[in-house]
């Protein structure tokens, strides 16, 4: 289980984050909404670990996240930012293989990831191909196949939707949505909230960074239908 206990961040003595408290549990898909500048991305970059609050706590399964290793955390949780770049010409094969980077496996145990990821997410024509001759939003899948190859029981994702085209937006939601129903937690930053409303299992909404409010979905026998609860 993920906790965060009286979350605060300060710039410059403007408060970002204000005493925000919750839990995430493994099994659900997890949308976070709200205004630009309310602190959404400071608040899971803190989450996941990589950025540490004016003051407040998170813990993974019971220990403090910035009292685990790096090594450990990698294996935890993966974050994929909003604005991922290479700058160099590398095949997507290579790239998605840095998500593995910690991993003992076999050179063939780790291609079969690799092959296997990249038939999950329709990426089997573009292999052997170099990263920049891809379009953005083929790029944006590519980095999103690298966070998950290693496994990780919580995924955090920032505005991963925005350079994709509305069939990647739901083959990507929907393999989210299967990747929480095997156990994994995913958090997802998100401005798009037809697709918060189809595929996740609760959203909430960050307020200017003093509170996390609620809305719960109910879903129908087959997802198609979506009620909100207040």
């Not at 196949?145 to 085209?165: K, M, T, V």
Request: with cysteine; glycine share 6%; proline share 2%.
């Amino acid at each position: 289980m993920l906790e965060f206990k009286n979350i605060k961040m300060t710039f410059d003595h403007n408060s970002v984050l204000e005493n925000i408290s919750g839990e995430f549990t493994p099994g659900k898909f997890i949308a976070v909404t709200g205004k630009n500048g309310s602190g959404k991305t400071t608040l899971i970059r803190i989450l996941a670990g990589l950025q540490k609050p004016t003051a407040g706590q998170v813990y993974f399964y019971n220990k403090n996240v910035f009292d685990i290793s790096v090594k450990r955390l990698a294996e935890l949780r993966s974050y994929i930012p909003s604005n991922s770049l290479c700058h160099w010409d590398l095949y997507i094969e290579d790239i998605i293989k840095l998500g593995l980077l910690k991993s003992k496996e076999s050179k063939a145990e780790k291609h079969l990831k690799v092959h296997n990821i990249l038939s999950d997410l329709g990426l089997v024509e573009f292999k052997g191909r170099e990263i920049n001759t891809l379009s953005s939003g083929e790029k944006a899948m590519v980095y999103l196949a690298r966070a998950l190859i290693s496994n990780p029981d919580y995924i955090f994702g920032d505005e991963i939707l925005s350079n994709l085209h509305q069939d990647n937006q739901h083959k990507i939601m929907r393999y989210l949505k299967a990747l929480a129903a095997k156990g994994k937690a995913v958090i997802l930053i998100t401005h798009n909230m037809d697709m918060a409303k189809e595929y996740c299992d609760s959203i909430y909404n960050l307020d200017s960074g003093q509170s996390l409010n609620t809305l719960h979905c109910r879903y129908g026998q087959f997802g198609n239908t979506v009620i909100y609860r207040k």
